[in-house]
């Protein structure tokens, strides 16, 4: 709810400040006193469009401040902090959110949302879940087919609810089959083309049988046969060195030899010269050795023939072709036959999935028409008693001869609610023409009309705060008092704000505000009053009256109050 507006520069209105609450708020004042600058200060913190022409002359800009009363973990509370914004908690899982507008002489807008700059649509979005305001058509809550078939929806109670939330699940199992079959349909040559694509990319990768890391293995074993000869000389060349060949070239292993027998010939007159004699040997021994190693190494080489390196960069050929399609490394090429397979089997598999959505969807069907058959006969129940209702709230409020027609009509495709559109109808008298809401009526007119649907739908579709303007055009005596009553009414549910020139309606208020104009014509803080006590018996003999001390007035206020009050 809103706690207070708090209004500068606005119109005629210099300052003021108006504390609100919870019920019923009337808001009364002589003509041109500015309260209809009170609701134009709320439209703006709903996001209306701003006019420079609503800056009081003079000044530089007009802003208006208001205070809401929220719960911490509402949907409210969770846009505000989408924006940036951030709201006070107090306890309670309440919590209040302030924001805030101003328009420069200039035409220039700001909105300030929980403490944070915001787009002005912020401030909208916000303003569609806090407070719905009557007056004027454009102002129309039900005004949409949609707003009006869910308020429909929701009077017809928790029948329609089970069978909707039923219908809604069949709907989207419905919508997400046919889906998909209109994909696989669509694109069945599609995929077919990528499956015998798949199909042969699979064969020519299984044909070769890559292995990983096969292509490293190659390069280095076709980089030792390229250059087979080179390594086969100096092997050679090495053993010979080591070990001797017939041409009697002096080899390490024979100087090595005549060393130790040298050694060995005098080693009994020096006995250090016996463990030199042993290293020596042990030498013999590993070059030996060596050039055994090399005579193997030189063995397989010869074993190598030339076809080998030919077969080899064959096959390395057949790698490179694979890898330039499927994958720059053997791997990715691997991975590819893995991932390729798994979609092959989806791909080979569409006409079975085909067959088994279209099973899916026609059953589907099926339950989809026989459960928008239900909710359409509930609907068309509940249409009737709502209009009924209303019709007869009309009756009270000085409107005898209008109905309210509920009329539901079916659509020629389902949707994620049914079948049926939904529409308000008023007759405004017996041979009319029923006209959709908003066309053929006053603003009084229709602001009655919005009270009676409001109080009927009261139980069923609540709203945080109600604002009426114009509600009693046109209207008065019986007519009037019956307007009080149904707003006080509504208010046992919501917080509801009416601007009235009525002393019927303003007596049924909880929080009465007055507006009064100072001699200069202007609006202070001060000419905005809380009514209570005698101040509201002499404001209630004024509209009665035009005369604020007249006796029979101040009677007359004083029996509508108690009336009010039983």
């Known amino acids: 709810m809103i706690e207070e507006i708090q209004i500068r520069n606005l119109g005629v209105i210099g300052e003021a400040s108006l504390p609100l609450g919870p019920g019923f708020t009337a808001l009364t004042g002589e003509t041109g006193a500015g309260k209809t600058m009170v609701v134009t200060a709320l439209g703006l913190l709903l996001g209306a469009r701003a006019d420079s022409g609503v800056v009081r002359k003079g000044n530089p800009a007009a802003s208006v401040e208001g205070r809401w009363l929220i719960d911490e973990g509402s949907l409210v509370a969770e846009r505000v902090s989408d924006a940036g914004g951030e709201v006070d908690p107090i306890g309670g899982s309440r919590a209040e959110l302030i924001l805030n507008r101003s328009v420069t002489a200039e035409g220039r807008s700001r909105a300030v949302v929980g403490g944070r700059s915001a787009p002005v649509g912020v401030l909208a979005e916000l303003g569609s879940q806090l407070v719905v305001v009557h007056g004027q058509s454009e102002q129309l809550r039900l005004k949409s087919s949609t707003a009006q078939r869910e308020a429909l929806d ?83 060349s090495a053993r010979v060195l080591l070990a001797g060949d017939l041409d009697e070239t002096p080899a390490a292993a024979t100087l090595l030899d005549a060393a130790r027998r040298q050694l060995e010939r005098v080693s009994d007159h020096d006995a250090s010269l016996a463990s030199i004699a042993e290293a020596v040997t042990s030498a013999s021994f590993v070059v030996a050795d060596l050039g055994s190693q090399l005579a193997s190494y030189l063995g397989g080489l010869d074993a190598e023939a030339a076809t080998e390196l030919e077969r080899l960069q064959e096959r390395r050929a057949e790698l490179a072709t694979l890898t330039r399609k499927y994958g720059p490394t053997l791997g990715d090429v691997i991975a590819f036959v893995d991932e390729g397979s798994t979609r092959l089997l989806e791909l080979d598999s569409d006409s079975d999935r085909i067959s088994e959505l279209s099973a899916s969807v026609e059953r589907s069907r099926e339950q989809i028409g026989t459960l928008a058959s239900r909710l359409h006969d509930i609907r068309a129940a509940a249409a009737g008693r709502l209009g009924d209702e209303v019709s007869a709230e009309l009756s009270a409020l000085a409107m005898p001869d209008a109905t309210l027609a509920v009329e539901v009509t079916e659509r020629a495709e389902y949707g994620l609610s049914g079948k049926d559109q939904v529409a308000l109808l008023l007759q405004p008298h017996p041979g009319a023409e029923p006209r959709p809401l908003g066309r053929g009526a006053s603003g009084g007119e229709l602001s009655r009309v919005m009270l009676a649907i409001e109080v009927v739908l009261a139980g069923s579709d609540p709203v945080p705060t109600f604002v009426f303007d114009e509600v009693d055009a046109g209207v008065g005596g019986a007519a009037a008092i019956e307007i009080g009553r149904r707003l006080a009414r509504l208010a046992e549910r919501s917080q509801v704000i009416v601007v009235t020139h009525l002393a019927q309606v303003a007596a049924f208020a909880s929080n009465h505000l007055s507006v009064v104009k100072d001699s200069d014509g202007s609006v202070t803080a001060s000419s905005v009053r809380q009514l209570t006590g005698e101040e509201r018996t002499a404001e209630m003999a004024r509209l009665l009256s035009g005369l604020p001390d007249s006796s029979s007035g101040l009677e007359h206020a004083r029996e509508l109050l108690e009336l009010a009050a039983e």
Do not use: K
């Not at 199992?173 to 889906?179: L, Y």
């Open 154 to 236: 929701r009077f017809a109670g928790e029948e329609l609810a089970t069978v909707l939330a039923e219908y809604h699940s069949v709907y989207r199992e419905w919508q997400d089959s046919q889906g998909e079959l209109d994909v696989l349909v669509a694109e069945r040559d599609r995929r077919a083309r990528e499956a015998e694509e798949l199909r042969g990319a699979l064969d020519e990768i299984e044909a070769v049988e890559p292995l990983a890391d096969e292509d490293t293995q190659l390069d280095e074993r076709i980089e030792r046969l390229g250059n087979l000869e080179d390594l086969r000389l100096a092997a050679e």
